[in-house]
């Protein structure tokens, strides 16, 4: 049989199955603390400027002379700030660790899709998470900034490899009607852990003690060995049928839908690619089909992260509380999460991921014909447009996962999270832009999103249909409307599958003529 009948057999989503997706997606809330971490530690607290016996608060004037210390006693907190005097000339250097991480999380997404689709999935995920959260802890105590700024940097790369597997992982163990509950379950996990620091930094003060409570639990990487399987799926795409058999055989009896006497037997894929060669980020464009679909990734994760950021760094500057402000600004997609948990079950993928980016950016174009001095008309459209492009954030990962082959799957994840970090990184860009020319970001926002939900329109929908193998499936069904069946007799899986499903289809219209 092939995989998708495998899994048909042993359970979408068993006992085993469930065990590995909530091991691997609680720790998203992890992920989420070191993401934001730079919020809370990197804040700049409250300090005085001494000068011999003069004590002023905040920076000099420029008819000053420079602070010779600074005193930040009586400040409610400490940072990263306040211990390597961060401040007024300084000041860039805190934001200076958040861009450093963030660089690499980016490397950690190259890196890390390339080890995960060459040597595999299983191994990376417990390695990737116990060493971001060695460096993580390391770093506390690093003793100077350059130290500090170089272990946030290594943590960086190793939370971007495990936020890229710890996805895969997942999506590749379950059956086709859960991959859309997966992935929504995992980005609501996210925006909670964006809630709950905002929670743990309000209750704990001191910056060190707070990296120490959100880095320990990355300790569940020790778990990860003996619970979380090699991806059969991959397994597969390596020739590597036996192993992929002794593990379905295996999930099969933890699900109590095989015996132990009895072995799953799986059908070699017809095409392997990877017995002549390794899948390389070339196969991303090496056809037509996959270069146009890869170009439109490219470009609607880079707007997605563009917007999403611009909008959550403007929600910042908002006066008030700074821990309800972080709190309110992850929360708030908790809603758009689920409700693109039942759109892309009802409407697809595609579609639900267009209207998305379209309804962001029709809100964030409307921000620009309301009148001045209507503050709580603009953060409401605000709000709402950060609402669309944190849905269409959610789909676009598990639209991406379905549209890529398992052989170079990870490897696409990866260049298309590389181009959701270069908006991340062009959006204070353009928020500085809209200060000098006013609304000038909203007006790029909002065309950018709306420009990326007509052409993601081009995109194939991908619901209800398996997972494709090898590049050649992806070829083979993506340039065919969704509900549309192809029978390629030169790929004999792909014929049964169709075969399948037309008569699953003839079923149910007897049973309607009866």
């Not at 000068?51 to 210390?69: I, M």
């Not at 290594?154 to 971007?160: A, E, P, R, S």
């Not at 464009?285 to 470009?299: A, G, K």
């Not at 192809?486 to 014929?495: A, G, H, K, N, R």
Request: hydrophobic share 45%; charged share 15%; net charge negative.
């Amino acid at each position: 049989m092939d995989i998708e009948d495998a899994f048909r057999q042993v359970g979408e989503y068993g006992p085993l199955q469930r065990q590995v997706f909530w091991t691997m997606a609680i720790p998203q809330v992890f992920v989420a603390w070191h993401h934001v971490h730079n919020v809370f530690v990197g804040a700049q607290p409250r300090f005085f400027c001494i000068r011999g016996v003069e004590r002023t608060e905040g920076c000099p004037k420029a008819d000053q002379l420079p602070c010779e210390k600074y005193d930040f006693v009586g400040t409610d907190f400490s940072s990263a700030a306040s211990e390597w005097n961060l401040v007024c000339s300084e000041s860039y250097k805190s934001d200076m660790i958040q861009s450093v991480y963030m660089v690499g999380c980016l490397f950690g997404n190259i890196i890390g899709g390339y080890i995960a689709d060459q040597y595999g999935r299983r191994h990376l995920s417990y390695v990737s998470i116990l060493l971001m959260t060695v460096c993580s802890l390391v770093a506390i105590d690093a003793g100077s900034y350059e130290r500090y700024l170089l272990w946030r940097f290594l943590t960086g790369i190793f939370t971007g490899a495990y936020g890229l597997v710890s996805f895969t992982i997942p999506i590749e163990l379950v059956g086709a009607k859960q991959r859309g509950f997966v992935n929504v379950v995992m980005t609501i996990l996210y925006a909670a852990g964006i809630g709950s620091l905002a929670l743990l930094a309000y209750c704990v003060r001191d910056w060190q003690q707070l990296s120490v409570i959100t880095a320990l639990p990355g300790l569940i990487g020790i778990y990860y060995y003996w619970v979380v399987p090699e991806s059969p799926r991959w397994l597969m795409t390596q020739g590597r049928i036996e192993e992929a058999e002794h593990i379905m055989t295996s999930i099969a009896v933890y699900n109590n839908t095989l015996s132990l006497s009895q072995t799953i037997h799986l059908r070699p894929l017809s095409v392997h690619p990877t017995k002549t060669r390794q899948a390389s980020f070339f196969d991303m464009i090496r056809s037509s089909i996959l270069r146009s679909i890869t170009l439109n990734n490219l470009y609607t994760w880079f707007v997605n992260s563009l917007v999403f950021y611009g909008l959550t760094m403007r929600a910042g500057d908002l006066n008030g509380d700074r821990y309800l402000n972080v709190a309110l600004a992850g929360l708030i997609e908790i809603p758009a999460d689920i409700v693109t948990l039942y759109l892309t079950d009802i409407y697809g993928r595609r579609l639900t991921y267009s209207w998305s980016m379209l309804f962001g950016g029709i809100f964030c174009i409307g921000i620009i014909v309301t009148p001045e001095n209507s503050a709580t008309l603009q953060m409401i459209l605000a709000l709402l447009g950060k609402i669309g492009i944190s849905m269409a954030t959610c789909v676009s990962w598990i639209h991406a996962a379905e549209m890529y082959s398992t052989n170079i799957r990870n490897k696409a994840l990866s260049i298309c999270n590389t181009a959701s970090r270069l908006g991340g990184v062009v959006s204070p860009m353009v928020l500085a832009l809209g200060r000098i020319h006013p609304n000038m970001d909203f007006i790029i926002f909002g065309l950018s999103a709306v420009v990326g939900g007509v052409l993601s329109r081009g995109l194939p929908e991908t619901l209800n249909r398996p997972l494709p193998e090898t590049v050649e499936d992806v070829d083979s069904w993506a340039s065919v409307p969704s509900g549309t069946h192809i029978v390629d007799l030169s790929q004999p899986e792909i014929m049964e599958r169709s075969i399948r499903r037309l008569e699953e289809e003839f079923e149910v219209l007897e049973r309607l003529n009866e």
